[in-house]
């Protein structure tokens, strides 16, 4: 059974730059052909995707924070990180990794995948606080 | 980037009510829509892929539809513990974008 779980600082002070652990466990990161993902949700608020990295190393960021966000790998095949710099009270939220999963399907001879969020963290509340 | 229109923003009916809920895609997005489920202070649960695909474990109760712009997520009949928030997801596309959500109640 696939499980993550998100760790990290709980309050930041604005301008500082916000770390992030997400850890998988039951799978490695590169054994499967997933996204694994950071997603945020202000408190009362939606959900905002952040951005997510293949386990080749490929990234893709919301232009929203591109000029604040890094998503990195560890080479212990376990664990993925999210840096967010320069942060102020708008980025006060609940910070959840996920699994970004493929799903195969077939529109006659074509195979193609629709990707779903199948497996969350429980998600780390981070307050941005002086 | 992708905007997912979802109505209503909140909802009240009662157990054993049939319900659906609605996402609209400012573009075609053929079948690339996921539907979620979130209780308070939970992360989502994914109950719906492709539009129409249950995810394993989900009852059979919870049906999705549609295709292009517009989609629908139905619940056959409401049990207690379906009271809560649900979230369109697009998947066509980056960056991936949600519906602002729908809040499931009790009347």
């Known amino acids: 059974q696939v499980q993550m779980q998100e760790s990290g600082p709980g309050l930041v002070k604005p301008s500082q730059t916000l770390s992030l652990t997400c850890s998988v466990s039951?799978?490695?990161?590169?054994?499967?052909?997933?996204?694994w993902t950071w997603i945020r949700q202000p408190p009362g608020g939606g959900l905002e995707w952040i951005g997510y990295?293949?386990?080749?190393?490929?990234?893709y960021y919301n232009p929203s924070l591109k000029s604040r966000v890094t998503i990195s790998l560890d080479t212990s095949d376990t664990h993925f990180f999210l840096s967010l710099t320069s942060v102020t009270a708008a980025d006060t939220a609940v910070y959840f990794c996920?699994?970004?999963?493929?799903?195969?399907?077939?529109?006659?001879?074509?195979?193609?995948?629709?990707?779903?969020?199948?497996?969350w963290g429980h998600g780390t509340l981070i307050t941005v606080s002086s | 980037e992708i905007q997912m229109t979802q109505s209503p923003s909140s909802l009240s009916a009662s157990v054993g009510d049939r319900v659906s809920i609605t996402c609209r895609a400012n573009?075609?997005?053929?079948?690339?829509l996921n539907w979620y489920q979130q209780r308070p202070g939970k992360a989502p649960k994914l109950l719906i892929h492709?539009?129409?695909n249950l995810q394993s474990g989900v009852p059979s109760r919870f049906s999705g539809r549609g295709s292009g712009t517009d989609f629908t997520l139905t619940i056959s009949s409401l049990q207690p513990e379906d009271f809560t928030t649900y979230f369109c997801?697009?998947?066509?596309?980056?960056?991936?974008?949600f519906g602002r959500g729908t809040k499931l109640e009790i009347k």
């Open positions: 997801q697009q998947s066509f596309g980056t960056p991936r974008t």
């Open positions: 573009q075609d997005i053929r079948t690339f």
């Open positions: 492709g539009a129409s």
């Open positions: 039951g799978t490695s990161i590169s054994s499967t052909n997933s996204y």
């Open positions: 990295i293949h386990y080749n190393g490929n990234t």
């Open positions: 996920a699994r970004d999963h493929p799903y195969i399907f077939w529109s006659g001879s074509y195979r193609n995948s629709n990707d779903a969020f199948d497996v």
